[in-house]
């Protein structure tokens, strides 16, 4: 069984989810590079080692049952235990994602990735998490899909994205009812947003570089057993669901 802590980020082979690993990874701990592109994912594992991370390369696609179920016992095999699970892969679906004309096939592709491939990582790695003594999940999710703040007047919360943005409203929702199952367990989980990051999910367009995006998943990631669960947070604190 590993003594450092270990760590998994999804989505870990570039944007914010490689800021994340790398930001995991100067704490000393061991980070498992879970990416579904072999030469992305090989290529990040050989700079995260240069910076001297112990950073392992997990092939996995989220939104891929057996994927995922090797994912796990390749982190078995190596470590025998899970303490941090970033849940970061994601994607668009593609733009524009009008209501009147949003194809299915976008909202399936949109709800697999970001919900249901979020779900299928998780229970795959909660029997590793449970051999932890601090477990933590993170979900990465976006302001975009609260809400409350799609109902406020002025509030910025990007375009219509009718795949998009309520994949994060469910995430947020599920995230909770993962809390509701887990409140007696020493497992805290919670939704982050990393806010408008320039990356290929937007075409660069972000704001924020990614290593500002990785902070509020790194500080997740690292909270104290007094932590909170069930929340949804962001660099400025608490955001409206
Ligand atoms: N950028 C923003 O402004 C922003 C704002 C709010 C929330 N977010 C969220 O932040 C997270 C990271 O996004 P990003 O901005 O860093 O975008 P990104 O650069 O496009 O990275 C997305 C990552 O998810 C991976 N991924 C997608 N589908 C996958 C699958 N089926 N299995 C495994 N990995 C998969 C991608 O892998 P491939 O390279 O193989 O495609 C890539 O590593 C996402 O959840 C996103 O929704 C981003």
């Known amino acids: 069984m590993s003594e450092q802590t270990v760590a998994l980020v999804t989505g870990a082979n570039k944007g914010i989810g490689y800021e994340i690993a790398a930001g995991l990874g100067t704490l000393g701990w061991t980070i498992g590079v879970g990416a579904r592109d072999e030469q992305g994912r090989e290529a990040a594992v050989a700079k995260l080692r240069a ?17 995922v179920a090797a994912a ?19 994607i668009t679906g593609g733009m524009p994602q009008t209501p009147t004309t949003v194809d299915p096939a976008t909202m399936r592709a949109a709800l697999e990735t ?21 477990p933590r999940i993170v979900n990465m999710s976006s302001s975009v899909g609260s809400l409350t703040l799609q109902t406020t007047p002025g509030a910025e919360t990007g375009p219509i994205a009718t795949a998009y943005a309520p994949s994060k409203t469910l995430l ?23 806010g408008f990051t320039a990356t290929d999910l937007n075409g660069f367009r972000g704001v924020r570089t990614p290593e500002q995006g990785a902070a509020i998943a790194i500080r997740l990631a690292t909270l104290p057993d007094d932590g909170p669960t069930s929340g949804f947070f962001d660099d400025a604190g608490t955001v409206p669901w």
């Open 172 to 194: 947020n929702a599920i995230t909770v009812q993962y809390a509701k199952e887990l409140h007696d367990t020493n497992i805290l989980i919670n939704a982050a947003c990393p």
């Open 72 to 90: 796990a016992g390749l982190i078995e095999e190596r470590t025998g235990r899970l303490d941090v699970l970033v849940n970061n892969a994601g």
């Open 51 to 67: 910076a001297g991370t112990d950073a392992f390369g997990v092939p996995l696609d989220v939104i891929d049952d057996t994927s």
């Open 114 to 134: 970001n919900v249901i491939g979020v779900i299928r990582v998780t229970n795959a790695m909660l029997p590793l998490l449970r051999r932890s003594a601090s």
